[in-house]
């Protein structure tokens, strides 16, 4: 469905005796990211746990591209890319990656489709209430996690960036370790674009 349509029927939409559905935001529909899957592999596997989400890649037959399995999160991005596309943030369960999408027509000049998948409840998950320790660390009271106020300084590869962080020792902690992606996509501010 269009984004504009992925918002509308959410108010009407019932389900297990629910009627409060809504259109996850971008941190919620991350959320079910399973990084077990593979796009790449001779038998495909999506991101995101089959065993309790329905999922299906895009249909090759109806001129749609395999990984053509975008989901709309209700998250709009606060500038604009491409051609000064109004865009916003979606999950592709076919090939694990957060996108901005365009939000009215994509590149082909036809109104950009993508599909949903709704949510109730928690509607502070992902709300940050960050807390300044006033020793170069930051806590995040919404996750319990502790951050590093300031980056390493420098640029590092992964393994670099493993014993970087094994080896550090700040504000009395030594447990340092490199936080996973779901844990980095949770600072994420996305009320933030460097064009806005």
């Not at 899957?37 to 395999?66: C, H, K, Q, V």
């Not at 949510?119 to 300044?132: E, P, S």
């Amino acid at each position: 469905v269009t984004f504009r349509e992925a918002l509308a029927p959410a108010a009407a939409f019932r389900l297990a005796g629910h009627s409060d559905w809504r259109l996850p935001t971008i941190k919620e529909l991350y959320s079910l990211i399973n990084f077990n899957g593979n796009s790449r592999a001779e038998l495909p596997m999506p991101y995101i746990d089959t065993a309790y989400f329905g999922f299906r890649y895009g249909d090759a037959s109806a001129g749609r591209r395999f990984i053509d399995a975008q989901y709309w999160s209700a998250t709009e991005y606060v500038g604009t890319t491409m051609r000064g596309d109004a865009t916003v943030f979606g999950v592709n369960f076919a090939d694990g990656r957060i996108k901005g999408y365009p939000r009215d027509y994509g590149r082909n000049g036809l109104p950009m489709r993508a599909f949903v998948r709704y949510v109730r409840g928690g509607n502070g998950y992902g709300v940050n209430h960050f807390v300044d320790n006033g020793d170069g660390t930051v806590t995040d009271r919404a996750t319990g996690l502790m951050w590093t106020k300031f980056d390493s300084g420098k640029s590092m590869n992964w393994e670099q960036a493993l014993r970087y962080a094994e080896n550090l020792r700040l504000a009395g902690h030594q447990d340092w370790r490199l936080p996973s992606a779901k844990e980095l996509q949770s600072i994420v501010d996305y009320t933030r674009a460097p064009d806005a």
